[in-house]
């Protein structure tokens, strides 16, 4: 074993030498895949170190490549801002331990490495390859949970493959548990980037079409209601837009045809792995409520039509704990309101329902940042929005932060997670890319560039 784990690291180090963007890609992968564990011999988790050692690459920059200053645009002095806050507040209540300050640095980590690399390609390339490869993980998980365990929570096949034992509580219980709702997020999020790739033909592979059902098989087989919802209107969005040109009809016929497609190949695959696989009646039963009876039940309800009770589950649970959620801040002083009380301040006061999280984005942003938090959050988030919606095509970022701006409505902290924000400093470097291009455009009457483009 450590053979092999001095093995990996002498390759490890040599492409990061040689190939930092195939190291880019590993940290952008186990990064969005949330993939992560403790390595014998080091003071750190696998996905620090990598982090680390890649950032320390990008200070190494060899002569002749040139790139913008980092705090040379306002969006990425936005987001170091919103940082430095969270970690203001986070530290006025005590809250400002180990686990929070390694999440801070690798969040900066993150982010400016998506700023880097999207300039040292000049492309979204390696961006692409790590959604897809993550995608991909988590429909594998997914499918693994569903062959073996024939239940949720989702077993990882990473820590099957590497061995590692199930951690428990002293009361039985297993300490982490992935849920289902991040892997359906994770396919849904490679879905809608890949399909606005594939419109606006920036890729050509034939792959692609391949990836477009498994990840909405994905999204499917999570029962995510909130990737579903966030899946589903973004795409309504994307073909709409579509059908504004009369040249592009056709393609948009024949993008509805491969999603009807996907949908039927998606119930095959469904009453193939029920046949196949012998799930158990609980299990698909389960499966059937969380996508359909419960959602049906909620719109009854919502529009004052009978509705059956023992069927609204936990879309009728979420209602509740966001209630609870908004009476507890109410609850807090003027002061705490304003400004929140710190990350991870919602469970360390157990205010929750059940005292878990509100699962509802916005709200916890509130509560853990304040008003001032939350509207600096999304005044930033719309300013970056509208600047890249200046481009002639949409930014496949800009669709995937939309995205999570959807899904968080009913979830928790992915607003401001590790993987929202790379996607948000790539979608500030691909506006201001474009703004260089913009600048560097040769003046008609002189020939030269109408404004000069400076790099560091």
Not at 263 to 291: C, E, Y
Request: hydrophobic share 50%.
């Amino acid at each position: 074993m450590s053979i092999l784990v001095i093995f990996c690291a002498i390759v490890f180090m040599y492409l990061l030498v040689v190939k930092p963007e195939l190291i880019a890609i590993l940290f952008f992968t186990i990064t969005i895949a949330d993939i992560n564990f403790e390595l014998g011999g080091l003071p750190m988790n696998i996905r620090a170190a990598i982090g680390l050692a890649l950032f320390g690459r990008t200070l190494l920059i060899p002569n002749g490549e040139n790139h913008p200053p980092f705090f040379s645009d306002p969006g990425m002095k936005a987001i170091v801002i919103f940082i430095a806050y969270t970690m203001l507040i986070t530290a006025m209540y005590d809250l400002f331990d180990q686990q929070f300050i390694k999440q801070t640095g690798l969040t900066l980590i993150a982010v400016y490495t998506a700023w880097f690399y999207f300039f040292k390609r000049g492309n979204l390339s390696l961006l692409r390859i790590s959604l897809i490869i993550s995608g991909l993980i988590c429909f594998a998980d997914l499918l693994y949970t569903y062959m073996v365990a024939g239940d949720f929570p989702v077993q990882r096949v990473f820590l099957v493959l590497m061995k590692v034992p199930t951690e428990y509580d002293e009361m039985g219980n297993v300490l982490e548990i992935y849920n289902h709702n991040f892997f359906g997020q994770i396919c849904g999020m490679c879905f809608i980037f890949l399909f606005n790739e594939f419109i606006n033909k920036r890729i050509q592979n034939k792959f692609t079409l391949l990836l477009l059902p498994i990840m909405g098989l994905g999204v499917l087989m999570s029962t995510s209601r909130s990737t579903l919802l966030a899946t589903i209107v973004i795409s309504l969005i994307l073909l709409a837009r579509e059908l504004r040109h009369h040249s592009r009809a056709k393609r948009v016929y024949n993008i509805l045809g491969l999603l009807v497609v996907a949908v039927f190949m998606a119930l095959f695959v469904f009453t193939f792995m029920q046949d196949t696989l012998h799930l158990s009646k609980d299990f698909v039963d389960n499966i059937t409520n969380r996508l359909i009876d419960e959602p049906i039940q909620v719109l009854n309800k919502a529009l004052g039509k009978n509705y059956n009770a023992s069927e609204l589950g936990a879309m009728d649970w979420r209602e509740e704990a966001a209630a609870v959620a908004w009476d507890k801040f109410l609850r807090l002083n003027f002061v705490e309101q304003m400004f929140g009380i710190g990350t991870g301040g919602f469970l360390a006061r157990h205010l929750g329902h059940l005292d878990l999280n509100p699962h509802n984005g916005p709200l916890l942003l509130m509560i853990q940042s304040g008003i001032v938090g939350l509207l600096y959050y999304f005044i930033f988030l719309g300013v970056v929005l509208r600047q890249s919606f200046k481009a002639p095509d949409v930014s496949s970022c800009a669709l995937v932060t939309i995205f999570v701006l959807i899904f968080c409505i009913g979830q928790n902290e992915e607003l401001t997670s590790y993987s929202t924000l790379i996607f948000v400093a790539t979608l500030i470097a691909e506006s201001r890319m474009r703004d260089f291009q913009t600048a560097a455009e040769p003046d008609p009457e002189t020939g030269g560039s109408i404004h000069p483009v400076t790099t560091a």
